[in-house]
């Protein structure tokens, strides 16, 4: 029967040598990863909030202006409404139909300072008419 083999005297303290030399890496990935998380939370949640004030700015003899409110509504105790910065609802004609348009400007939350700092999500929707 051999002898359990034993670490050699130069390997001692190694452990912690690459422990030091990994974990900074694995923290970088990690913030990374919730990065785009986030950022990908907050473009959904814009995205739905546009496209909701858009259906309720485009119904017959409604308001455009309620759209804006009904996306400020929808973002409303969300992460995403603290990041907005502006909400334009707008007339427009595109391929000959008239349409409404509602655009959000935001910020994106940044853990660091690579990436984009701005975002902007547009919602249309077909304006009803009689």
Same mark, same amino acid.
């Not at 029967?1 to 190694?14: N, T, Y």
């Not at 913030?31 to 959904?44: P, T």
């Not at 309720?56 to 202006?65: T, Y």
């Not at 929707?125 to 009689?130: F, G, N, T």
């Given at each position: 029967? *051999? ?8 390997? *001692?303290?190694?452990a912690v040598i690459?422990?030091?030399? !990994? ?5 970088? $990935? ?8 986030? =950022? ?8 739905? =909030? ?13 308001? &455009?202006?309620?759209?804006? *409110? ?12 603290? =990041?907005?910065?502006? !909400?334009? !609802? ?11 348009? $509602? ?5 994106? &939350? ?7 700092? $701005?975002?902007?999500?547009t919602g249309h ?6």
């Open positions: 029967m *051999r002898a359990p083999l034993r670490p050699a005297a130069d390997d *001692r303290g190694s690459e422990f030091v030399l !990994v974990a900074p890496l694995l923290a970088l $990935v990690g913030l990374a990863v919730l990065q785009l998380v986030l =950022a990908l939370h907050v473009r959904s949640t814009l995205t739905a =909030a546009a496209g909701e004030g858009a259906r309720v700015a485009a119904l017959i003899g409604v308001d &455009p202006m309620m759209g804006e *409110r009904r996306a400020r509504d929808v973002l409303e105790g969300n992460l995403a409404a603290d =990041a907005v910065a502006d !909400v334009r !609802v707008s007339q427009v004609v595109l391929r000959g139909s008239r349409m409404i348009e $509602v655009t959000i400007d935001a910020r994106l &939350p940044l853990l660091g300072m690579l990436g984009p700092r $701005v975002l902007s999500v929707a077909v304006q009803e008419s009689v």
